[in-house]
């Protein structure tokens, strides 16, 4: 069986985690995705403050989404289709057009995800 693998690094936009009730009802973005390149610390943008724990080098805490619009190539109709972490923060969730693919609590593991 013929395996083709494609990197996805490019093509990603991240943005803080808006409260799904507020995405469910239309009530717009509270902030704009930025377009990103993988691997990336959403964090690594944000602002320090004195209000922050030393431990994370007083960066506040958050929950960041990452998106990212996938086409199958023609070629790939009626094969298997997975995707391939190097590594994700933890208490991850993937999500394939809405519905929920994987979670996975611990971070910075690599792991696959069936998605057809």
């Given at each position: 069986m013929a395996v083709?693998?494609?990197?996805?690094n490019d093509g990603?936009?991240?943005?803080p985690k808006q409260n799904p009730?507020?995405?469910r009802v239309g009530m717009g973005m509270l902030s704009e995705p930025v377009p990103v390149?993988?691997?990336?610390?959403a964090l690594i943008g944000a602002d320090r403050s004195p209000s922050g724990n030393a431990a994370t080098a007083y960066f506040q805490s958050g929950i960041w989404e990452y998106r990212r619009t996938l086409e199958v190539p023609a070629h790939g109709s009626g094969t298997s289709v997975f995707l391939e972490f190097d590594g994700?923060?933890?208490?991850?969730?993937?999500?394939v057009?809405?519905?929920?693919a994987v979670?996975?609590?611990s971070g910075y593991s690599d792991f696959v995800v069936e998605i057809d």
């Open positions: 083709h693998r494609s990197p996805l990603w936009t991240v943005r009730f507020a995405e390149t993988l691997p990336h610390d994700i923060y933890r208490d991850a969730f993937v999500y057009n809405g519905d929920l979670h996975r609590p």
